[in-house]
């Protein structure tokens, strides 16, 4: 039973315009979300967090939003540069619990 | 900046032999990791520790254990090799348990003919 869902395995986009990454999760203990980007032969490497008391969290071209009540959070990217393209993991877990629980993915593709 | 370094980049073994994954995070984290990814599957959790000579399993343990007899240093072994646990292995390690994020390190591909 998948915990946390990626449902879009790739996203096409043009340079310049917002990717809009969309994870869905089924667990309402959840409380800390995270976003990975992955490059092929890299390990992943931490985007961005949120914890539940929040609803938004920016980081320069990245914002994620959380939407507890629908247990959905999205990852914006703007503007949206070719070296973003990589495959990005959506991760969840419980304040009390260590271990991450991984969505499968999206591969974004960024076009020049 | 954290570094979480894995012995090899790739791995061949063949079904059967004992295998050895390294991992070693030069700070000073309390917790770590091991993942593997598989294609369509994304990351599964095999293994993690929250200190020196502490072990929980993750969501995939079977086939496989685990060492950590210094902070820094998490080793995975495969007792028998099978062609199944071909795959790309991550270690990972963290702060504490609560909101700080895990630090990845570049992953073993592991090949088992």
């Known amino acids: 039973d998948q915990q946390v869902k990626q449902n879009s395995p790739s996203l096409s986009v043009q340079e310049g315009r917002i990717s809009i990454l969309n994870c869905d999760y089924t667990?309402?203990?959840?409380?800390?979300f995270l976003w990975y980007k992955k490059y092929p032969a890299e390990g992943p490497t931490f985007l961005i967090s949120i914890s539940s008391i929040k609803d938004k969290n920016e980081d320069g071209r990245f914002t994620v939003f959380l939407n507890k009540s629908a247990k959905h959070l999205s990852l914006h990217i703007v503007p949206s540069q070719p070296g973003d393209s990589a495959v990005y993991f959506c991760?969840?877990?419980?304040?009390?619990?260590?271990?991450?629980?991984f969505g499968k993915g999206t591969k974004l593709s960024v076009k020049p | 900046d954290v570094k979480v370094t894995q012995s090899s980049r790739y791995l061949v073994k063949r079904t059967g032999e004992k295998v050895f994954l390294e991992c070693v995070q030069d700070?000073?984290?309390?917790?770590m990791f091991w993942y593997r990814q598989d294609p369509g599957l994304g990351l599964r959790l095999i293994y993690f520790s929250y200190d020196v000579k502490m072990k929980e399993k993750g969501d995939i343990p079977e086939g496989y254990s685990v060492s950590r007899e210094k902070k820094e240093r998490f080793s995975l072994i495969l007792e028998s090799a099978s062609t199944n646990q071909t795959s790309m292995y991550l270690c990972?390690?963290?702060?504490?348990?609560?909101?700080?994020?895990?630090?990845f390190g570049d992953g073993t591909r592991l090949s088992i003919l």
């Open positions: 700070m000073d984290h309390e917790n």
């Open positions: 667990n309402s203990m959840f409380d800390y």
């Open positions: 991760a969840a877990k419980r304040r009390s619990q260590g271990n991450l629980i």
């Open positions: 990972a390690s963290s702060f504490d348990f609560v909101h700080q994020p895990q630090h």
